[in-house]
């Protein structure tokens, strides 16, 4: 106990005030502060830890260490959120009355305000000039040209979001590497390669893929009529309209996205409690819990916020906070996911990133292998595992069902979204935004060469094909697919389709050709002969 208190004793700035107040965390300080005999940073597994000397030492107060946090650390939302609802909020005043210029103050004072939706009993006038509520080499902020003035407490406000949903992104290393993915360059590289005619006819195929397995990831790969009217909505939609994020074209989406024929009683966004989980062994497991119907209005706006306010930044950043704050928001009763990853190309295509038709089939590098899907779990993991640890023995199933206005029956019952809140509304995205650039790369890099030079080398086969046999390109697609199925044996059913494939030396001809073609397209892939990876 005694060594306890003396480490308590040694820490500073928002590790101080965690202690002191408290403080029960969902998502650590990434930065850890103490006093030790020399200034010393050590980083492990992504937490820093600096070590300063005596003279760094503030006093033991709220003042002395919320400055050293603001000042010396990187704003901690969630952390902010809990500590201004602990503290009494006359020691604000004192201190706005002691330091009416200072930077410190008007921050504090400002983030309190906004962070708590209360106001600060302060009778003197602020002073000095306006200052930004955030550092941005530190967070990812608003674009100057959308960050607000605030008179009061003569601060820019250049927090990205509102009250209600305002993520978190620091500006790591590897974070300023993912925002600098150059996708318009690297689709551009691709044009090159292969052509920009090409790139484009491919887009057809990529939008119907990506559809697949977006499909594929919910475990419903063999759905065909819906993944048909799901990458029509991708084709139609994507990058069109105002944002889809607003009441009315999310009920629309969603009512495209799952047809006429489903059991909800309406479209648009849920009234009704809902989690993430699974049943195991006839009992229900919890994985994560959404925030309640009657915050979604209110975080949509926020996260549309976002996207008005960081504009002309990274396009991979905006998308990545938009696809994982929808997830965590999950506003709808059914359909989150399929729209989640909807996001993806609509903000890339928004921004221009991306232009029509072509859609990035990022949910294929997802399903691709059992590693890429557990790194999409685990990623979602981030705030869901943490999260649901720090809710444990606050939800059951009740013995009774409610049935909702939304016309959702559940026996789900949550009793504490006044802690989750600050989790919620201040996410942080940072592992989000590096782990979307990672697929994009790879999305880019691989997935979409590999089916450009797929399409290429089938483009030379039917040609190569219509020199030996003039017939339509259906019927060319049959026989590719036929002599690959078949191990380059000419089938029955495709003998007495197309008699003339039986006549001397036509089938080997054919089965030549293709060969020719597709060698240079296939090199490396020993399981098909034809095929890339993803196989038609």
């Known amino acids: 106990m005694h060594n306890e208190h003396m480490e308590n004793k040694n820490l500073l700035g928002g590790a101080w005030l965690v202690a002191n107040y408290d403080i029960e965390l969902v998502m650590p300080l990434q930065t850890l502060s103490r006093i030790g005999g020399r200034r010393t940073t050590q980083v492990i597994?992504?937490?820093?830890?600096?070590?300063?000397?005596?003279?760094?030492?503030?006093?033991?107060?709220?003042?002395?260490?919320?400055?050293?946090?603001?000042?010396?650390?990187?704003?901690?939302?969630?952390?902010?959120?809990?500590?201004?609802?602990?503290?009494?909020?006359?020691?604000?005043?004192?201190?706005?009355?002691d330091e009416p210029s200072g930077q410190y103050i008007k921050r504090a004072g400002f983030l309190y305000e906004f962070l708590t939706g209360l106001k600060l009993a302060i009778d003197i006038e602020i002073t000095g000039g306006y200052i930004n509520a955030i550092d941005d080499n530190k967070l990812v902020a608003a674009s100057p040209e959308h960050s607000v003035p605030n008179r009061r407490w003569r601060i820019r406000n250049n927090l990205p979001g509102t009250r209600a949903f305002c993520p978190v992104i620091r500006k790591t290393d590897d974070l300023l590497k993912a925002m600098d993915l150059d996708v318009p360059g690297l689709i551009q590289d691709l044009a090159f390669e292969f052509g920009?005619?090409?790139?484009?006819?491919?887009?057809?195929?990529?939008?119907?893929?990506?559809?697949?397995?977006?499909?594929?990831?919910?475990g419903e790969a063999n759905q065909s009529d819906r993944i048909q009217r799901f990458a029509d909505v991708l084709s139609r939609r994507t990058g069109q309209g105002s944002w889809i994020l607003n009441q009315t074209s999310l009920a629309e989406l969603q009512a495209e996205i799952l047809g006429k024929r489903t059991t909800l009683q309406q479209f648009g966004l849920r009234q009704s409690p809902v989690f993430v989980g699974e049943i195991a062994r006839y009992q229900e497991?919890?994985?994560?819990?959404?925030?309640?119907?009657?915050?979604?209005?209110?975080?949509?706006?926020?996260?549309?916020?976002?996207?008005?306010?960081?504009?002309?930044?990274?396009?991979?950043?905006?998308?990545?906070?938009?696809v994982f704050g929808f997830v965590y928001i999950h506003p709808l009763a059914d359909g989150n996911g399929r729209v989640h990853r909807f996001l993806i190309n609509d903000i890339l295509r928004r921004d221009g990133a991306v232009k029509d038709p072509m859609i990035l089939p990022v949910s294929s590098l997802i399903t691709s292998t059992q590693t890429e899907r557990h790194s999409y779990d685990n990623i979602l993991d981030e705030i869901s595992r943490p999260l649901m640890q720090s809710l444990a023995g606050l939800y059951e199933f009740a013995a009774t069902h409610t049935t909702y206005p939304?016309?959702?029956?559940?026996?789900?019952?949550?009793?504490?979204?006044?802690?989750?809140?600050?989790?919620?509304?201040?996410?942080?995205?940072?592992?989000?935004?590096?782990?979307?650039?990672?697929?994009l790369d790879r999305t880019i890099r691989e997935d979409m060469r590999e089916e450009s030079r797929y399409m290429r080398s089938h483009a030379q086969a039917r040609a190569a094909i219509k020199d030996i046999v003039e017939m339509p390109d259906m019927q060319i697609d049959r026989i590719i697919r036929s002599a690959?199925?078949?191990q380059s044996r000419l089938s029955n059913i495709l003998s007495k389709e197309i008699p003339i494939l039986e006549e001397a030396g036509v089938w080997d001809a054919i089965v030549q050709a293709i060969e020719i073609s597709f060698k240079e397209g296939s090199k490396g892939d020993a399981a098909n002969k034809y095929a890339p990876k993803n196989p038609r």
């Open 285 to 322: 497991v919890v994985h994560y819990i959404a925030p309640p119907a009657e915050d979604i209005t209110d975080m949509l706006e926020g996260l549309i916020t976002f996207l008005e306010r960081t504009q002309g930044q990274s396009s991979v950043m905006r998308s990545a906070v938009a």
């Open 484 to 486: 690959e199925a078949n």
């Open 196 to 218: 920009e005619e090409l790139l484009m006819r491919s887009a057809v195929w990529m939008t119907l893929r990506e559809s697949k397995s977006s499909f594929a990831i919910e």
């Open 406 to 439: 939304d016309g959702i029956r559940s026996n789900f019952v949550f009793r504490d979204d006044d802690y989750a809140r600050h989790t919620w509304r201040h996410l942080d995205l940072t592992k989000h935004v590096i782990y979307l650039a990672h697929v």
């Open 45 to 97: 597994e992504n937490i820093r830890t600096e070590t300063y000397v005596e003279s760094m030492r503030p006093s033991a107060t709220l003042r002395g260490h919320l400055t050293f946090h603001l000042k010396h650390e990187i704003p901690h939302l969630e952390f902010l959120s809990q500590l201004f609802g602990k503290i009494d909020p006359r020691e604000l005043s004192v201190w706005v009355a």
